[in-house]
C-alpha cells in the first residue's frame, strides 16, 4: 500500500449531523466519518470515539463545527498527524436564544440548514442539509448544541499541521474566531470563497483539495530519506 492510500482520514461532522453532508466530500477523497455520540459533554463525546481511533495509522483528523471541538480532545489522547478544523474557533458561542428557538420553533431543522449555507437557493444542497439534519432530528440536534454552548478548550494540543478551514460566508462562526483558532493551534488559514458553515457542501472539491494536500504533507514526512 502506498503511503498516502495508508493514511487515515477521518472526519467527525457537526452538531446533529449523521454526515450527509460530506457525501460530495466523500465521492473524491476516501474518508470515514465519525458522526457525534449522542453524549452531555464534548469531552464525554470524545471519549465515546476513543475506541475508532484505538490504531496508530498516520491520521488526518477533520472535524467540522461541534465535531472540531471533539477533535481537539482527541487530539490529546490519538495520534494525529494532522487537523484539519472546518467552522470552527476556540470554541463556538451559542445564545440561549438559539437554543430555546431550537428547542420550541417551527419548521427548525429546515430553517437550521438554510441559515448554514451561503445559497440556500441551490435546491440541491438544501435538500441534503436538511436530510442530514433530520436524519438524527430536533432533540439531538438541541443536546448538542448544548453542549457545545457549555465548551470551552482549556488547551489547544500540539499539532504539527493544522489547517483551519472557513467558509467566507460562515453566518455562524466569526472569521476572527477562524483566524484565532489557526494562531492558537499555529496553523494555517484556509478560506472557500462563495461558501457558508458547510464548505464542504457547496464547494466540495476545493475542500477535498485542502484535504488532499494535508495528506500529501503527511505522506511527504513519512518516507524514507533516499
Not at 64 to 85: H, I, N, T, Y
Request: aromatic letters at 4%; zero cysteines; hydrophobic letters at 45%.
Amino acid at each position: 500500500m502506498s503511503e498516502i492510500a495508508d493514511i487515515d482520514l477521518v472526519v467527525i461532522p457537526g452538531a446533529g449531523s449523521s454526515g450527509l453532508t460530506w457525501r460530495p466530500v466523500s465521492d473524491l477523497l476516501p474518508i470515514r466519518i465519525l458522526p457525534v455520540p449522542d453524549a452531555p459533554t464534548v469531552p464525554a463525546m470524545a471519549e465515546e470515539l476513543l475506541s475508532d481511533l484505538a490504531d496508530d495509522r498516520p491520521r488526518v483528523l477533520i472535524g467540522a463545527s461541534l465535531g472540531a471541538m471533539v477533535a481537539l480532545e482527541l487530539a490529546r489522547r490519538v495520534r494525529v498527524d494532522a487537523f484539519v478544523p472546518v467552522a470552527a474557533g476556540p470554541g463556538i458561542t451559542v445564545s440561549e436564544t438559539l437554543l430555546e428557538w431550537i428547542r420550541t420553533g417551527d419548521n427548525v431543522l429546515a430553517k437550521v440548514a438554510r441559515m448554514s449555507l451561503a445559497d440556500p437557493g441551490i435546491a440541491e444542497n438544501l435538500a441534503l442539509a436538511t436530510e442530514d439534519l433530520e436524519s438524527r432530528g430536533r432533540d439531538q440536534l438541541h443536546r448538542h448544541l448544548s453542549a457545545l454552548a457549555a465548551y470551552r478548550p482549556t488547551e489547544f494540543p500540539a499539532v504539527e499541521r493544522t489547517v483551519v478551514i472557513w467558509g467566507v460566508k460562515d453566518r455562524s462562526v466569526p472569521a476572527e474566531d477562524h483566524v484565532e483558532l489557526a494562531v492558537r493551534m499555529k496553523g494555517w488559514l484556509a478560506p472557500v470563497p462563495e461558501a457558508g458553515h458547510k464548505p464542504f457542501l457547496e464547494s466540495p472539491s476545493y475542500v477535498a483539495r485542502i484535504i488532499q494536500q494535508v495528506r500529501a504533507w503527511v505522506a511527504a514526512e513519512r518516507k524514507p530519506a533516499s
